[in-house]
């Protein structure tokens, strides 16, 4: 009796339901929003319009998988908002910024290792560390989408294509970027990889203050640290076959502002920041320098360092513009500073501009103990000449240490 009503159903389900994989799959095969299906007939006049920037690891994922790339960017959104890829000392649409927020050393270092399996003829690798990264066992894979990516090697790629094919999300994305091919706006994030819209806090000040939360600085090992041998060890591995592929290296220590770097009470310490993870890094490097190959020495440059750009005064309170220029947070520079760090490190290459003063030190390039002293004199100077926001720095720092120890009593 009911046999024919749904018969009728069950074909209308099935026609309506193969039509809309059909026209979703030719959608986002068409537009390809994360640039990761690579059809044939992808429309190739929507590239300006395709955005990542909400889905960063699958959208990097699929840029590094293009298999053209002769240099690579490598870090945490330090390196993704501040480096940029069309610098002219790089080669043009050749370079790829593959930074990721939120991204510590064993992420960056799986993302390289995904890269230079699928670029072979990469020449140049600039990868950033984040300060206190070695001696942290934090693994920033298991806190966000890494494993639902290409990047991870889990067998999930069925999985995988279904969702960037027929999924609603690359359904919803396709939509969103034809309306913005058609009018606006611009992508958050280039087709090279790099971050072009960063958070902008407006008032920075009073940002850091209702954000703030930093206790005890580890820079300065007020709380034990130990050196975390499994980034060590697989950042030593990773150096040694960048090595043997021929490729340029350098590691990089991102600059941060020179409030992020002063110690808590002393205006001369007795040592620099971060200390434990400079001397770890310079061991690794000079034993990967050791080892011949065809490539040419890694080099190893820190950019945590008192210089104009890094030394920016702080907006005054009351002032008309609370804006601070080039400064997203006191922890990640934007383009003039990134475009000198590039500089400095290109410096030997055609379309590299000369440095108006040093942003950055090669930690391997010189006698440790004068880099040490330098840099604890550069301390000392700006403490003095930036006297009233190291002091509201300061009392930052000890309302957080405040604040911290209090939740670390026992109750009663």
């Not at 066992?137 to 966000?144: K, L």
């Not at 050791?290 to 190893?300: D, F, G, M, N, R």
């Not at 003039?336 to 410096?347: C, P, Y």
């Amino acid at each position: 009796m009911f046999r024919r009503p749904f018969s009728r159903f069950l074909r209308w389900f099935v026609a309506l339901t193969g039509g809309y994989l059909v026209i979703t799959a030719l959608l986002t095969t068409t537009v390809d929003p994360w640039r990761i299906n690579a059809a044939p007939w992808a429309m190739a006049t929507l590239d300006a319009s395709r955005e990542i920037s909400q889905t960063t690891r699958v959208g990097k994922a699929a840029l590094a998988n293009r298999g053209t790339w002769q240099a690579v960017f490598l870090g945490s959104s330090r390196v993704e908002i501040g480096l940029d890829p069309t610098h002219p000392a790089l080669p043009p649409e050749r370079t790829v910024n593959l930074g990721l927020s939120g991204a510590n050393l064993l992420e960056c270092l799986a993302v390289g290792n995904y890269t230079l399996d699928r670029n072979p003829q990469l020449k140049t690798m600039i990868l950033g560390i984040d300060p206190g990264d070695l001696h942290n066992t934090a693994d920033s894979r298991n806190g966000n989408h890494f494993y639902q990516t290409p990047f991870a090697d889990n067998n999930r790629s069925l999985e995988r294509s279904i969702n960037q094919i027929i999924g609603w999300r690359a359904f919803s994305d396709s939509i969103a970027t034809i309306k913005r091919h058609l009018s606006g706006p611009a992508p958050k994030c280039s087709a090279f990889g790099q971050m072009l819209q960063p958070p902008d806090h407006g008032n920075l000040r009073a940002f850091i203050e209702a954000a703030f939360m930093e206790s005890s600085p580890d820079q300065w090992a007020l709380r034990p640290q130990v050196l975390c041998q499994q980034k060590a060890g697989q950042l030593s591995t990773f150096i040694g076959r960048v090595r043997r592929a021929g490729i340029q290296l350098y590691i990089i220590l991102p600059p941060q502002h020179a409030l992020k770097q002063i110690h808590p009470t002393m205006d001369r310490p007795d040592a620099m920041a971060w200390e434990g993870d400079l001397h770890a890094l310079i061991d690794i490097c000079r034993a990967a320098n050791a080892t011949p190959t065809s490539a040419p020495p890694v080099q190893l440059w820190s950019f945590l360092t008192f210089n104009p750009r890094t030394s920016t005064p702080m907006p005054i309170p009351g002032a008309p513009s609370q804006a601070m220029p080039d400064w997203c947070d006191l922890g990640h520079a934007g383009n003039i500073l990134g475009r000198q760090v590039l500089d400095t490190l290109l410096a030997d290459r055609p379309g590299a501009s000369a440095v108006p003063c040093p942003v950055g030190v090669n930690l391997l390039d010189g006698e440790w103990l004068a880099i040490r002293n330098a840099w604890i004199e550069d301390h000392c100077n700006f403490c003095v000449s930036h006297a009233p926001d190291v002091a509201w720095w300061r009392g930052l720092m000890a309302r957080a240490a405040t604040k911290s120890q209090a939740l670390a009593q026992p109750p009663g």
